[in-house]
């Protein structure tokens, strides 16, 4: 199978440790047309030079650094007509995040093609959800072994962080007032984000991006009633006029505010002998 062989080949450029297939395919989610995502892992010295040289002359390889600090490089190229794209990734930084997710510790960064920002634990995630394709040392089997069970305080963490989205949601009522649509779009989408992200952490699943996450969160156990069709509608249509925009902003105060209960009252009932 040709990513198969390119994963061998990628991992006999000198610095690469391992190659882990990710995205869609990695979870038997994919479509026909779905990219192959090669999760390219890197310890020190990154040879760009061979990586370079197994890319083709037509493609251009970004170094550690050069798309951001998170997704910080990799490439985009065909195979035989195949849309591949080369994630890199440092492996001691993943085991880093690891070791935060444990202790309850995360980060959320900017970076291009996340809009509401790139969560550390995401680092996590892919290796849980990938499938290890070139592994010599046995370094990513053995990472994906210690991974298999989510962090009871990462857990603990991202639920209690959803605190932010009611604080969001009273800085959009003041943007209504102003009749600013940007301002207001820009609250209600995050303080959803803050949601979503704490519904997969109570249900312990992980969230690697905003890809598919709403169809995802609106299925989990703190989800309240029809929490999908009410954010769709809610992001749909802010408004224009600060009468719409308040009562766009008054239909998220209560969606936010039932989630908040349904995740307080989950947190709860695990707690109780």
């Not at 949601?169 to 803050?194: E, F, I, P, Q």
């Not at 029809?226 to 509608?233: A, L």
Request: hydrophobic content about 45%.
């Amino acid at each position: 199978m040709i990513i198969e062989d390119m994963a061998n080949r990628l991992a006999e450029v000198p610095g690469v440790v391992g190659v882990m297939l990710g995205g869609s395919r990695a979870r038997g989610e994919h479509r026909p047309e779905s990219d192959w995502d090669l999760g390219v892992y890197y310890r020190g010295g990154l040879d760009l030079a061979a990586l370079r040289a197994l890319a083709g002359p037509d493609v251009e390889v970004a170094g550690p650094g050069g798309w951001g600090p998170w997704v910080n490089g990799g490439a985009w190229l065909q195979a035989d007509g195949v849309a591949v794209d080369w994630i890199l990734r440092d492996l001691d930084r993943v085991e880093q995040v690891w070791a935060d997710c444990r202790e309850g510790r995360y980060e959320v960064g900017v970076q291009a093609g996340h809009p509401l920002g790139f969560w550390s634990p995401c680092y996590v995630g892919e290796v849980v959800l990938g499938q290890v394709l070139a592994d010599s040392t046995g370094e990513l089997t053995d990472l994906r072994r210690r991974t298999t069970t989510y962090p009871e305080r990462l857990r603990e963490a991202l639920t209690a962080g959803a605190w932010e989205a009611e604080f969001l949601v009273s800085g959009a009522v003041k943007g209504a007032a102003r009749a600013d649509t940007l301002y207001v779009s820009l609250c209600l989408s995050r303080a959803v984000g803050m949601l979503v992200q704490a519904m997969f952490a109570e249900d312990r699943r992980w969230c690697l991006n905003e890809k598919g996450a709403l169809a995802v969160a609106e299925t989990l156990p703190a989800a309240p009633t029809d929490f999908g069709p009410r954010v769709r509608s809610l992001l749909g249509a802010f408004g224009q006029t600060a009468e719409m925009l308040a009562a766009t902003v008054a239909e998220a105060r209560v969606l936010v505010e039932e989630t908040l209960a349904a995740l307080r009252s989950r947190a709860e009932s695990q707690h109780t002998p």
